[in-house]
């Protein structure tokens, strides 16, 4: 049985366009940041992911050039938290559309843990936050060269913050945060479930 096959340009005949339930699941970049004048922004991106260990980096892409990048841009920072089953509501709330003065952390119920290496803070709830320095923000562009409305950011994880609750013999206990991931289509999410070990070949 051959597959459904579809070129992107022409459309995909299908209720909704299946991309986002095709590459899922995927983690939440719900990011932290904070603007010039001091004022704190929380936002959740459905585009995240790492990129590198050794230094290690992360990143996420907004679609529009949105307050948590352009706070980026201004400041040079962010921190990245580790959105959450007993957290998904309030993650879900600091995604609403409002204006940049008002605080996603007071919005949400959560409260701003202050950095330690840099001036933005984490989410005092999560069982783990990334503190992150800028390396680069990158408008995208297709393949014809037009630019797109979507910037990724790049950063350097400059320091890392565990709730010692979630360390198991000194392993961070994946399964014990409940993360949660997007998983499909506007309202789909997924936590993890059953995980199982497989160690990479020697050769």
């Not at 990245?80 to 993650?91: F, G, I, R, S």
């Not at 803070?121 to 297709?142: D, F, S, Y």
């Not at 910037?151 to 320091?159: E, P, R, S, Y």
């Not at 936590?191 to 070949?201: L, S």
Request: charged share 20%.
């Amino acid at each position: 049985m051959s597959h459904l096959f579809y070129d992107p340009a022409q459309g995909h005949g299908l209720p909704h366009d299946p991309f986002k339930a095709i590459v899922a699941p995927r983690m939440i970049g719900w990011i932290s940041t904070r603007d010039p004048e001091g004022r704190l922004n929380l936002a959740p991106y459905s585009f995240f992911g790492a990129f590198a260990t050794f230094p290690a980096i992360i990143g996420f892409c907004s679609e529009g050039y949105k307050d948590s990048i352009r706070n980026i841009e201004a400041t040079g920072e962010f921190v990245w938290n580790l959105a959450t089953k007993p957290l998904a509501e309030q993650m879900n709330r600091s995604s609403a559309p409002v204006a940049p003065d008002v605080d996603e952390f007071a919005l949400a119920g959560l409260t701003p843990a202050p950095g330690r290496n840099v001036a933005v803070p984490h989410v005092g709830e999560t069982p783990a936050a990334l503190e992150c320095r800028l390396l680069q923000v990158i408008r995208l562009h297709t393949l014809d060269g037009t630019p797109m409305d979507n910037f990724l950011a790049l950063g350097q994880v400059v320091g890392v913050h565990i709730d010692p609750a979630y360390l198991k013999d000194g392993l961070f206990d994946t399964q014990a945060a409940q993360p949660i991931m997007r998983a499909g289509y506007r309202a789909d999410y997924a936590e993890i479930g059953a995980m199982f070990k497989m160690v990479r070949p020697t050769a």
